[in-house]
C-alpha cells in the first residue's frame, strides 16, 4: 500500500458537479493499493499517519499531530501510484490492484483512520474526481507499508 500524504489548508472532492467530501487544515491523502496488500498494511499505514507530527508547534517546529490541531482528513482512492512508466510513453498499471480487492482494503483504511479518532471524508471510489487542494507548505510525504 502507498500514500502519497500532502498536509493541506483546505481541500475537496467533487464527482460529475457534487461535492463528495470537504475539510479545511489536515491532510490529503492520495492511496494506491497492490495485489499483496492486507488489512495489516492498511493498519500499518492508518496508525503511522494518524501519529505522524507534521503540524507546528508554538515554537515552529512539527511536533504536533493531525488529532492535536483538530484536523481532518481526506482520503482519495489512486490506482495510477502504481502506474510503471520504466518502458514506452504509456504507464503501465499491472501493479494496481483490481477494483473487487482495491475498494474494500480502502473502506477498511478509512475506517481504521476513523478509529484513531480522526474525521475522514473521501472522494467516490473508481469514479472521475476533481481533487481541489491548498498545499500547506508544502508538505508532501509518501507513506509505504512495505
Known sequence: MKV?????KKASVTVAGSITGAIDHGYVLLIGVTHTDTHE???????KIASLRL???EDGKMNRSIDETGGAILSVSQF??????????????IEAARPETAEPLYDYFNEQLRA????????????MMDVALVND????LVVESK
Open 4 to 8: 502519497v500524504l500532502q498536509r493541506s
Open 41 to 47: 498494511d492498511a493498519a500499518y499505514i492508518a496508525k
Open 55 to 57: 503540524f507546528e508547534d
Open 80 to 93: 495510477t501510484l502504481y502506474g510503471d512508466t520504466r518502458k514506452g510513453r504509456r504507464p503501465s498499471f
Open 116 to 127: 484513531h479518532g480522526l474525521t475522514v471524508e473521501t472522494g467516490m471510489f473508481g469514479a
Open 137 to 140: 507548505g508544502p508538505v508532501t
